[in-house]
């Protein structure tokens, strides 16, 4: 059973995605560093952050609405990354390595709430919705 967000392998994964970004994107030329490497930050924080709030929120329906706005944030930094390669600011092996990560978090966020909806279901003798 969790107890709590910080024993989500999804939630330690997506942290230390953010941890890299932050890492990799100070190296971004100083005038990026307030626009495009910001707004990376910011994507990458996010996802950690949406499943920490969803799952302290005690509901279910909360915990999946802020997995959602997780993998959206994924999606928003996958975008963030691509348009870094194509400037030059990350390499190609540098970009597959973070679509590697934002892939797999994704699809464990997928995962989690396919058995969040399950266990709703459940509780309220229907059929899964997915």
């Not at 392998?9 to 953010?18: D, E, F, G, Y």
């Not at 996010?46 to 997995?67: C, M, Q, T, W």
């Not at 194509?86 to 797999?104: A, Y």
Request: a positive charge.
């Amino acid at each position: 059973m969790v107890k709590n967000y910080r024993d989500l392998m999804v939630w330690q994964k997506s942290v230390k995605l953010a941890e890299d970004i932050f890492r990799v994107s100070q190296s971004f030329p100083r005038e990026q560093l307030y626009v495009l490497a910001s707004q990376m930050q910011r994507s990458a924080l996010s996802v950690p952050s949406n499943i920490a709030e969803g799952r302290s929120r005690h509901s279910e329906k909360d915990f999946i609405y802020h997995l959602n706005i997780g993998r959206g944030s994924l999606a928003e930094l996958e975008t963030q990354i691509t348009i870094a390669c194509r400037l030059g600011f990350l390499s190609e092996k540098e970009k597959n390595i973070f679509f590697s990560k934002t892939e797999e978090i994704t699809k464990m966020l997928h995962g989690l709430k396919t058995s969040l909806n399950k266990e709703k279901a459940k509780t309220y003798n229907l059929n899964p919705v997915n």
